[in-house]
């Protein structure tokens, strides 16, 4: 069975800083596919960034990007430049068959 | 523009009624699925549909059902039998279903169903 751990429930920010959102992954399969998800208070699931476990570089995109560490299970999520708009839950998932596995979130505030 | 609607945004229920919830994709998906999200926690799997007339259970299917007479379109009836049906339901959809884990799942604005 695959799982999904955020041991963060919450955490906390300044703006324009950076901040990194951990997340660490159990399966047995050897292909698979660790998303991220962000959640404002609007309840919509907005996806972020994507993960293959195949692919050679940390995926970025923007001011995401995924520090993967396949011999650790882990593949934290890296905000750089925070802005007030990025205080929202986060979601870690895990391509499962046919279906995402889901972890239990961060709550990230960002304060001025 | 593309995306996923659902709707309504809030729902209020009565014990012992059903409910359909709807969602909606313009973006020519083949998979659809539907999830439910709970306080506190990320979100299961109530059933999903990798093409048109078909679908399967996912883990928490009971008293729920689903139809799939279009491809851009998935309603969630939650039936009397759903025990606890109060929770922010979330709809989405991937290109195609498959072994691949690029598959990319994007989602509904979600319907908050209430239990009066």
């Known amino acids: 069975a695959q799982k999904i751990t955020q041991t963060q429930p919450g955490m906390f920010v300044q703006e324009k800083e950076a901040v990194t959102l951990d997340c660490t992954y159990d399966?047995?399969?050897?292909?698979?596919?660790l998303f991220w998800y962000k959640q404002p208070s609007s309840g919509e699931m907005i996806f972020l960034i994507y993960?293959?476990?195949?692919?050679?570089q940390n995926a970025t995109e923007g001011r995401y990007s995924l520090n993967f560490q396949k011999a650790r299970k882990s593949a934290n999520l890296v905000i750089s430049a925070s802005q007030l708009g990025d205080s929202a839950m986060y979601f870690c998932a895990m391509r499962g068959f046919q279906k995402l596995v889901f972890g239990t979130g961060t709550r990230l505030l960002v304060s001025p | 523009d593309g995306g996923i609607t659902q709707s309504p945004k809030y729902l209020f229920r009565k014990e012992g009624q059903n409910v359909t919830l709807s969602c909606e994709q313009n973006l020519n998906h083949d998979a659809m699925y539907w999830y439910r999200q709970d306080p506190g926690q990320g979100l299961r799997l109530i059933y999903y549909?990798?093409?048109?007339?078909?679908?399967q259970k996912g883990d928490i299917a009971e008293g729920y059902s689903v139809s799939r007479e279009k491809k851009e379109s998935f309603p969630l009836t939650v039936t009397s039998a759903q025990k606890n049906p109060t929770a922010f339901y979330l709809c989405?959809?991937?290109?195609?279903?498959?072994?691949?884990?690029?598959?990319?799942?994007?989602f509904g604005p979600g319907t908050r169903l209430t239990v009066l």
């Open positions: 993960q293959g476990s195949y692919d050679q």
């Open positions: 399966t047995s399969d050897p292909s698979y596919g």
């Open positions: 989405a959809s991937s290109i195609q279903q498959g072994i691949s884990g690029t598959d990319t799942q994007y």
């Open positions: 549909s990798q093409i048109v007339n078909d679908f």
